[in-house]
T-cell receptor, first 115, second 111 residues
Framework: GAGVSQSPSNKVTEKGKDVELRCDPI?????LYWYRQSLGQGLEFLIYFQGNSAPDKSGLPSDRFSAERTGGSVSTLTIQRTQQEDSAVYLC?????????????FGEGSRLTVL | RKEVEQDPGPFNVPEGATVAFNCTYSNSASQSFFWYRQDCRKEPKLLMS???SGNEDGRFTAQLNRASQYISLLIRDSKLSDSATYLC????????????FGTGTRLTIIP
């Protein structure tokens, strides 16, 4: 499809396990963002990429969280040793950054539940 | 102080009424401002940008007050389909591409 694709759409894991969440942005979009949203809460910024580099990773909650982007395209968000407070919907968004239109195109999210 | 603050609501408004939301931001160097809309269990989508001179898009009017650091959204002749959560979004200073979202204002239009 032409939109932002995220996988898995749902992930249930046990506390202490590692998880990987994948984001496939819209083709040609140079900027890629990760946010998370807990139930009834706003979007919490995690990290953004411009190409393969991450100018701002200030939102990553702890060193258990890491993200990478390869080939200026697909990004993976990795959470090590998951905790129950990591349960949330992880949203990826991309934008075409020639002009700062502020229009982010979001994927449908990966819902993570840590038991 | 949060970077972006909104009244969470809920706002329950009869169909056809006019409703307004405000949002305040803390970083005076913020460059760009937007309103997003998020339907229940869906991803956010851009509703409109907010320009210094104010701007309209049909029934929606957005305004920016840089001196007081607030943004507003006005919805006229509200429709049932306007029921959603409205998110105020602010960028950083020039060159900072991070977009900070408010927690959102929940609006329900009542028939």
């Amino acid at each position: 499809g032409a939109g932002v694709s995220q996988s898995p759409s749902n992930k249930v894991t046990e506390k202490g396990k590692d998880v990987e969440l994948r984001c496939d942005p819209i083709s040609g979009h140079t900027a890629l963002y990760w946010y998370r949203q807990s139930l009834g809460q706003g979007l919490e910024f995690l990290i953004y990429f411009q190409g393969n580099s991450a100018p701002d990773k200030s939102g990553l909650p702890s060193d258990r969280f890491s993200a990478e982007r390869t080939g200026g395209s697909v990004s993976t968000l990795t959470i090590q040793r998951t905790q129950q407070e990591d349960s949330a919907v992880y949203l990826c968004a991309s934008s075409f950054r020639q002009v700062n239109t502020g229009e982010l195109f979001f994927g449908e999210g990966s819902r993570l539940t840590v038991l | 102080r949060k970077e972006v603050e909104q009244d969470p609501g809920p706002f329950n408004v009869p169909e056809g009424a006019t409703v307004a939301f405000n949002c305040t931001y803390s970083n005076s160097a913020s460059q760009s401002f937007f309103w997003y809309r998020q339907d229940c269990r869906k991803e956010p989508k851009l509703l409109m940008s907010v320009y210094s001179s104010g701007n309209e898009d049909g029934r929606f009017t957005a305004q920016l007050n840089r001196a007081s650091q607030y943004i507003s959204l006005l919805i006229r002749d509200s429709k049932l389909s306007d029921s959603a959560t409205y998110l105020c979004v602010v960028t950083g200073a020039f060159g900072n591409e991070k977009l900070t979202f408010g927690t959102g204002t929940r609006l329900t239009i009542i028939p």
